[in-house]
């Protein structure tokens, strides 16, 4: 499998209050990539404007994924694109990407649901409506959307899952729930968010929420998901090291990033 690696350091979307900690962990794994099949996307410095929509910053957020889309559409016809975050708003222009290959099944393994419109969001944060803007958008329908791991959902989020069918899997079931939605024109996209582990493991994200998923659940699910369908895309987002961090904790996180990436991205 050819692979590339589009890294996004943006943090406009996030509603955390350390957002630019964001930029700083992309840029981190960005450093562990191979250079020669790694494209960096120039993230603005401001932090943008609402524009009327009822979106934190969307003015950055919009110019970002127009810049991304870019560095993507320059990828060969038979090239994966893993796209590293930056904040979980990153993943629509790699989810658009490979919903031109076929019809998107999503493997979303992330601690939160990201179901809510500028309408319902009560932080008025991009990250926590990209998958709704997916299904809204029409680049994944809401019955081929498989959630991992979701633990923290407010009750429009809550409302939103029930009424759009999306369905909920353990981690040892994900390989069943993404052949079910198998088909000829089927291509799989997994999206981490790394808040998906358990804080245990992975500390260095905006929003922590107790009882994640162990990594080797999640890299089970992610090796279940890719036997049964063959990979369009994959994100890895959110990753948000604070700069004093104790060095020995920075070393096991990044390790456990680069066994995440190496799954994502093995043949």
């Known amino acids: 499998m050819m692979r590339r690696f589009t890294v996004v350091p943006q943090w406009q979307g996030s509603g955390a209050a350390r957002a630019m900690r964001l930029q700083q962990g992309a840029e981190a794994i960005a450093a562990d990539l191979p250079g020669r099949a790694t494209d960096i996307v120039e993230v603005p410095l401001e932090a943008g404007d609402a524009e009327g929509t009822g979106i934190h910053r969307f003015s950055s957020i919009r110019l970002t994924r127009e810049r991304t889309e870019k560095s993507l559409a320059g990828l060969?016809?038979?090239?994966?694109?893993?796209?590293?975050?930056?904040?979980?708003?990153?993943?629509?222009?790699?989810?658009?990407?490979?919903?031109?290959?076929?019809?998107?099944?999503?493997?979303?393994?992330?601690?939160?649901?990201?179901?809510?419109?500028?309408?319902?969001?009560?932080?008025?944060?991009?990250?926590?409506?990209?998958?709704?803007?997916?299904?809204?958008?029409?680049?994944?329908?809401?019955?081929?959307?498989?959630?991992?791991?979701?633990?923290?959902?407010?009750?429009?989020?809550?409302?939103?899952?029930?009424?759009?069918?999306v369905d909920t899997a353990t981690a040892n079931a994900v390989g069943a729930a993404i052949a079910a939605r198998a088909g000829d024109d089927a291509v799989l996209y997994v999206h981490i968010d790394l808040d998906v582990l358990d804080p245990s493991i992975m500390a260095s994200v905006g929003f922590a929420e107790p009882f994640g998923l162990s990594l080797d659940e999640l890299l089970g699910a992610v090796r279940d998901a890719r036997a049964a369908l063959p990979l369009g895309g994959a994100g890895v987002t959110e990753y948000a090291p604070a700069a004093d961090a104790d060095p020995e904790l920075l070393a096991d996180e990044s390790a456990t990033i680069l066994r995440v990436i190496a799954a994502l991205s093995a043949d």
């Open 76 to 165: 060969e016809d038979g090239e994966v694109a893993i796209v590293i975050g930056g904040d979980c708003g990153v993943e629509f222009a790699g989810v658009e990407r490979a919903a031109r290959r076929g019809r998107v099944v999503l493997l979303w393994a992330d601690a939160h649901a990201d179901l809510n419109t500028a309408e319902t969001s009560p932080s008025g944060a991009y990250h926590g409506m990209v998958l709704r803007d997916m299904i809204d958008s029409g680049l994944v329908a809401s019955a081929d959307v498989v959630m991992l791991g979701v633990r923290a959902l407010d009750d429009a989020e809550a409302e939103a899952a029930e009424r759009l069918g």
